[in-house]
């Protein structure tokens, strides 16, 4: 697919997207090997996008060679508003780009939760969390977890982050806490078929149930 076949799609959304630029990947990587020394491998890349934002900074949407990506920043509106704009941009995409078929249907939440400090134990907030050693020191000044969980029933993996974003904070000070939630399915689903929007019903159920099952009923109380 073109360059300028996906400049139009942001040409089409602008009067909502007013802001548009292309988007870049790069990749690059290099070999070790005992005895000699590192081969370097010239970085790889360029434009394989565009990505255009909302004039009141909130919703973003990607068009790219290999995809669509549709972002609501916060504040976070319902999920009837939030489908129904993606399914529209959708169909821009998808009337402009041709696509053969979709092969990965995702939603994805990033959250991030302030927690009241001190924090004398994660467990007090998080059902899953980093177990330490009765023989070490329980203060953290970081950590980072990733746990992939698969749901068969569903056809559908969720990736569950788990990270404390500053190293130290003062005692007078909130804790955030990440807790990102990637739950896809893939597969062959027709571009035009409702069955993409059928499946984006199901992993939002199931990052429902990766949220409440990941934080215990204190943290539901302070996020009321």
Known sequence: MALETLAKFADQVRDAYPTSGTRET???GFHLRVGERPMVAEPEGGPDGYISTSADQRQVVQ???????FSRLREYQDWDQLRKEAKRLWDVYRQITSPDSVTRVAVRYINQIKLPAPVQSLGEWLRTGPDV???????LAGFYMRLEIPFPQANARAILTQALLTKEIAPQERI???LDIDVFRTGE???ESESIWDALEDLRAIKNEVFFGSITKR?????Q
């Open 26 to 28: 790069w990749q690059g």
């Open 63 to 69: 068009a790219r060679v290999d995809g669509f990506t």
């Open 133 to 139: 050693s009765p023989l070490l020191p329980r203060e």
């Open 176 to 178: 955030p806490i990440l």
């Open 189 to 191: 689903f027709a571009p």
């Open 219 to 223: 943290t539901q109380e302070l996020l």
